[in-house]
């Protein structure tokens, strides 16, 4: 951020510090340095930067064959307005795609969506991140809280609950938040029933679903429930004056074409296919079965021969590495499939439609190597115990570890890119500190998830993910400083 290097060099220098510290402080052996690399480039490559491809590579098909230009006017006719714009794509379309599948794909999509319909690329790139905080706790098909169970053995209703308590009100204050980012004060305000109805809506159903149903769907239903909700409000309710960004056409300088309903359907399949598809994947019976076709491999050097110890964890146990090659169960491989299916149902041949895909592949090298470093660098933290020496030196905070026992899920997402890594890294050590302390386990891992959700938007991977999406490469310093 400081020197303003490109991220992809940024990533690697972080990586071989984290290798020196690694060998040098920690007393890793070398063997097992290079066994935990190989086990963050794998899932590097299997869940984040497969995912992140195909999503960018969705959207250049649109752009290749003109459709986006119908995309653009389908969400014009909605509104004009650039600040309900974003609620529509970043919050709650974001939220749906988080939900699914989460990985990235929320940022990579909408942020590409909001440079095709014009919005300044550093400007949707800020959004996209901003948007991407309230739904993760519940992204993945409520995958962070799953593995908070799995870490700290308390029931996933009463941990969904608790969570489901502290996000609402980061939803009801996001809607404001995102716009006055965009805009001044007296012109967040003129849109005041947009941002609240966006924001009661969300945070209405993402406290109704976690108390009271599962966990599993609050992002998906809270997004398309919100999508919903806003379409219906601009019907009957529209900004006093649009608001475009400076040197953008006016209104009424726009010639916009009148689409047929099978028309905008047709521009919008691509998206369509890929949230139908995104969804199928999450479903818990459909995801098991895909996951049979997943080969699994014990990490030579490295399974169950690093071992947590008190206070980290409740009871010594070996920490467990294996190289997961879920390529059929992973969110990317539905979205390539939508490329693939999208591809010819636009128009593009198939070979057409894969040299698209080349050509997104090489244009997005340098963001794959920023973000393999970072896996990486993520995994060799993990197991180095790197990471609960960071934990275990907030723990001594005493009274004031609610504040930053919430800082520690957000030290862990920043660190792992995801929510349920921070829950897998610190949830243990949570309940442990809390019940030493006399507060309430639940109360501590929950929070641990909910702090998480602050830490995504600024983490390594998520701003690569931005900048690629968004066109930004090289900037990622300065997005970092921005968010």
């Known amino acids: 951020a400081v020197r303003k290097m490109a991220a992809h060099r940024a990533a690697v220098w972080s990586f071989l510090t984290a290798v ?3 060998l040098v402080v920690v007393g890793m052996p070398p063997v097992m340095v290079g066994a935990a690399v190989a086990h963050g480039l794998v899932f590097g490559i299997v869940r984040i930067a497969w995912t992140l491809l195909c999503a960018v590579w969705i959207y250049e098909l649109a752009v290749e064959t003109g459709h986006f230009e119908v995309i ?8 004009d307005d650039r600040r309900m ?5 970043a919050f709650a379309f974001g939220a749906v795609l988080e939900g699914s599948g989460g990985g990235g794909a929320p940022v990579a999509i909408c942020g590409a969506m909001m440079v095709g319909l014009g ?3 550093f400007a949707a790139a800020v959004l996209c991140l901003i948007a991407n905080t309230s739904p993760v706790a519940y992204g993945g098909v409520g995958n962070p809280i799953r593995t908070l169970v799995a870490v700290t053995g308390l029931p996933e209703a009463d941990l969904s609950a608790m969570v489901g308590r502290i996000l609402p009100w980061t939803a ?4 404001f938040w995102l716009v006055r980012s965009m805009t001044k004060t007296r012109q967040t305000l003129e849109v005041w029933p947009g941002l609240l109805t966006c924001g009661v809506t969300f945070a209405a159903v993402q406290f109704y679903w976690s108390n009271y149903r599962d966990a599993s769907l609050v992002d998906i239903i809270g997004g398309l429930a919100t999508l919903l909700v806003l379409t219906l409000l601009f019907k009957v309710w529209q900004p006093r004056t649009i608001w475009r960004y400076p040197g953008e056409p006016g209104v009424n300088d726009l010639h916009r074409k009148q689409h047929r309903i099978g028309e905008v359907l047709h521009a919008w ?6 949230a139908v598809l995104v969804i199928l994947w999450g479903i818990p019976s459909i995801k098991d079965w895909l996951d049979t076709f997943t080969t699994r491999v014990p990490v030579p050097g490295l399974h169950n021969l690093v071992v947590r110890v008190p206070p980290v964890v409740a009871a010594t146990q070996a920490e467990p590495a294996v190289f997961d090659l879920a390529w059929l169960s992973a969110i990317g491989t539905a979205t390539f499939f939508a490329g693939l299916i999208a591809g ?11 040299q698209v895909f080349l050509r997104t592949c090489y244009r997005m090298r340098f963001s794959m190597v920023a973000i393999l470093a970072m896996l990486g660098l993520g995994f060799i933290t993990r197991y180095s115990g790197m990471d609960a020496t960071l934990g275990l030196a907030m723990t001594n905070t005493g009274v004031l570890f609610p504040f930053f026992g919430t800082l520690l899920g957000w030290l862990g997402v920043a660190l792992t890119g995801t929510d349920a890594g921070s829950n897998a890294l610190f949830g243990s050590l949570q309940v442990i500190t809390a019940r030493q302390l006399g507060l309430s386990p639940v109360l501590m891992a929950a929070a641990n998830s909910a702090g998480g959700v602050m830490g995504k938007m600024i983490d390594a991977q998520s701003i690569i993910v931005a900048c690629a999406a968004t066109g930004q490469e090289g900037r990622e310093g300065d997005l970092f400083r921005a968010v």
């Open 20 to 22: 020196a510290l690694s």
């Open 72 to 79: 653009k006017e389908s969400i014009g006719a909605v509104t």
């Open 85 to 89: 714009q974003v609620l529509l794509i």
């Open 119 to 121: 919005f300044n690329p």
């Open 172 to 175: 009801l204050i996001l809607p």
């Open 269 to 274: 399949s691509p998206f369509l296919l890929l």
């Open 344 to 354: 010819p149902i636009l128009g593009l041949s198939v070979k057409g439609t894969l």
